[in-house]
């Protein structure tokens, strides 16, 4: 009987996970476009439902009538396996994700490295899509994401280890516990206990990583839709290019929630006498999410040098300073 | 010492950015719903030439000397009158303007003493064949009363 209601439960958090994911990615596109018009004094969709509130659905609708076109000459199994694989990882990783108290589907005591080892897959993704659809445009755009992703890799997980060091923890739901009693306990600034006071530009750095590792503007080098086409997507039409696209957006609420959850404090509320709940939550990951749009349409593309340039010159070096800062602080105090 | 410093700045740049771009976000939409919502033509914009009403008489000011028929240098305007019983001076029984030729140059109406020409506001110009465009001035002037 235990067993059953484990296996229900890890089933509804399933059914749960994958709606969440797809719906975030269908109003994801919406809030980028509503976003990206208001910023340009637009308005953006309002035809379809009131505020285009349905255009996702019809987007939705459009990209799934469409035909699953293979063309010639490409290698037709990695083709069609690619955006899977890009999309999988990105629900995978909100396995581990606390939600809230106690809204997590698994409670994984390695849940960050869980984190990113299934971040790292999805570049896979990416280049086996691009390589497999045998287009100079595509390969281009994965050679891009492949060095990009490599420099940014690194400065993410020093950032990481040296949070890790200072929360003793790799158990997300116990680094969000230990955030709990207010906006001065998050690890963003943490006054009350033992961090390196480099924290807040950790979390910069963090961002920043965050935002090459999921091909955002100004890092998204993937896509350069300018210069590129629409660099590995290029051959894809119809739903193939539409699980492209969720998995590239359920990456975005992945960042956002483990920023969230590394920095921002979770479910924790920001005031110590207000209850920490799921709400919290989505209100801080959907703030993140916003400044991501609010990025991206206020930065232009980087160059690609100027892209490694920041990372193995400024974000590398730094996040290194921080790493020893935080071992030294932690030995001191 | 100046890795710091451009660092610093540029990263102080950066925010300052996005200071600009959120400024711009609260502020409200430009966009004009063009069919549905339509702002009004500025004072000096120029369109197709039109007849201004004698407020005395409410006919025409027009008084068929013909000078804006002469002036136009693409030969679009066609003007007619006659005498009538009563009347003094000429009455004006037709003003025709091919706007298919015409370029808005505006002799016409700087040649008009009485100044019974001037530019419309008029902009929703679209239709199917060019003879919608041989504009009748006189009946166009009847319809706006």
Redesign the interface.
Known sequence: MTMNIELIRLLAFLVGIIAFAALNAAYLVWVERK?A???????GPKEVGPYGLLQPLADGVKLMTKQLLVPDGVDPLLFKVAPILLLVPAVMSFVTIPFGEHLAARNVDLGLLMIFAFASINVLGLLIGAWGSANKYAIIAAARVISQNIAYEIPMLLTAIALVMATGSMNLNEIVAQQGGGLWHWNLIRLTYAASPLTPIAF?IFFTTMLAETNRAPFDMAEAESELVAGAFTEYAGMGFGVFFMGEYANIVVGASLVTVLFLGGWQSPLPFLPGSVVWFLAKMYAIIFTVV??R???PRTQFYALLNLSWK?LIPISLVNLVLTAGWLKVF | MAYFTELFSGTKSLFVGLGITIREFVKPVVTVQYPRETIPMTPRYRGHIELVRDPESGGPKCIVCGMCQKACPSGCITVDGEKREGVKGKVLTLYRLDFTKCSLCGMCVESCKPGAIDFSKDYNLAGPSRAAYVFDLLKRLEEKR
Request: proline share 0%; no cysteine.
């Open positions: 976003g018009a208001h910023f340009q004094r637009r308005i910069l609010w990025i349409w206020t930065y400024v």
